[in-house]
């Protein structure tokens, strides 16, 4: 195994860090290659946006083009701008198009546009006639109620005899609004309406596909399938087992072991209430680090919800959170650890191997999406690469 930064060598800043990451790149490549083959015929593309969902964007680009990838999408075109130079002959698509202004960043880093109204289309068309042949993507609304072309206008525009020869997308797509609920009858009729559009886009590439839908088979595969959560280690599919490897760690460290007696509270507002004599370790971790406010634990009212909390991890226990998390800082109960086992020092699991990112997630009531593109920057990031 090849490591970038290791982190059980003397790097000081890794060491000494309040909060660290350890970001596995092997696993990275690792789950874009599972994805990549359970897409069968189809070829799977490396989704980038958000900082390549929270680990940075440099070192999983790099990871993701030397694992075979060459189709990449990013969300807005700064992101296709500052990706280009990591994959020189990658096909870079932005999700959020071209707006007046930015055109000039499609040309000059070779960026597709995804075309995502007839306003868009309407800009592609006059930019086109200024700059010369581009290639685009058409995105058509098959459910989403978000971003592409009614159907209705899809269609018309496939049929539309005075549509101009310069208009020749590469690639026509649309996104699966319930593909992590494989039993959900949305599935079904938005494939069907895209292959309505298909036909009628013959001889163009198509994409359906996001991590969800390559869990639902070939039928909804075409072309290029686009994982995202999955390459990065999170569930793609409610309520089944997740098949990938988890990327990123979380840790945070211990600040203070302090003592609480029964009857005791803790916390903003007295929100940890000890109900026996307890260990409570002081983590250098709060919602200023994307370790959400709203991971906190029974008693505190905005956990009504879910009111167990989350949990940490620490020396092969699973450690309760306690009380409110705040700004910097959280409790953990460490009384069911051997005395003495937990250290001021200690570094706490928030998740990664021993705790999958969903799980904590769940406790906040969000995803493990949110999770990872909240992380902040004060977390020392570690790279290790198979």
């Not at 058509?140 to 049929?159: H, I, Q, S, W, Y």
Request: aromatic share 8%; net charge negative; glycine share 10%.
């Amino acid at each position: 195994m090849a490591i970038l930064h290791d982190p059980s060598s003397a790097d000081a800043a890794f060491e000494a860090a309040s909060n660290r990451l350890t970001i596995d790149l092997g696993a990275l490549a690792d789950n874009w290659r599972a994805m990549n083959t359970l897409s069968g015929k189809a070829r799977a593309a490396a989704v980038l946006k958000a900082n390549a969902y929270g680990i940075g964007i440099e070192p999983a680009a790099s990871t993701l083009y030397r694992a075979g990838a060459r189709d990449f999408f990013v969300a807005n075109a700064e992101e296709g701008a500052a990706l280009r130079p990591l994959v020189p002959d990658g096909r870079i698509h932005i999700l959020a198009g071209m707006w007046p202004g930015n055109e000039r960043l499609f040309f000059d880093n070779d960026l597709i546009p995804i075309i995502n109204s007839e306003e868009q289309l309407a800009l592609f068309m006059s930019t086109l006639s200024e700059r010369g042949d581009h290639p685009c993507v058409l995105h058509v609304d098959t459910g989403m109620k978000r971003l592409g072309l009614t159907v209705e206008e899809a269609l018309t525009l496939a049929n539309d005899p005075a549509r101009p020869a310069s208009f020749s997308p590469i690639l026509v797509m649309s996104h699966l609004a319930c593909a992590d609920d494989p039993s959900h009858p949305l599935n079904r009729r938005q494939l069907e309406s895209f292959r309505t559009v298909t036909a009628a886009f013959e001889g163009v590439e198509s994409s359906l596909a996001n991590s969800g839908g390559v869990h639902l088979g070939p039928d909804f595969h075409f072309d290029l399938t686009r994982p995202g959560i999955a390459v990065y280690g999170g569930e793609a599919v409610n309520d089944m087992p997740n098949p990938m490897t988890p990327v990123v760690t979380a840790e945070a460290r211990i600040l203070v072991i302090r003592n609480a007696s029964k009857g005791d509270t803790g916390s903003y507002g007295g929100s940890a209430q000890f109900t026996r004599d307890s260990r409570v370790a002081i983590a250098a971790v709060g919602y200023a680090d994307g370790y959400h406010r709203s991971l906190s634990g029974g008693g505190v009212t905005l956990r009504q919800a879910s009111p167990g909390g989350a949990y940490g991890f620490l020396h092969g226990v699973k450690i309760p959170q306690l009380g409110r998390v705040t700004m910097d800082l959280t409790l953990f109960d460490v009384t069911d650890l051997p005395e003495n086992a937990a250290r001021p020092g200690d570094y706490i699991e928030l998740f990664g191997r021993n705790i999958a990112v969903d799980n904590v997630a769940r406790a906040g009531g969000t995803i493990g999406y949110e999770m990872l593109t909240s992380l902040g920057s004060r977390y020392e990031r570690a790279y290790v690469e198979a």
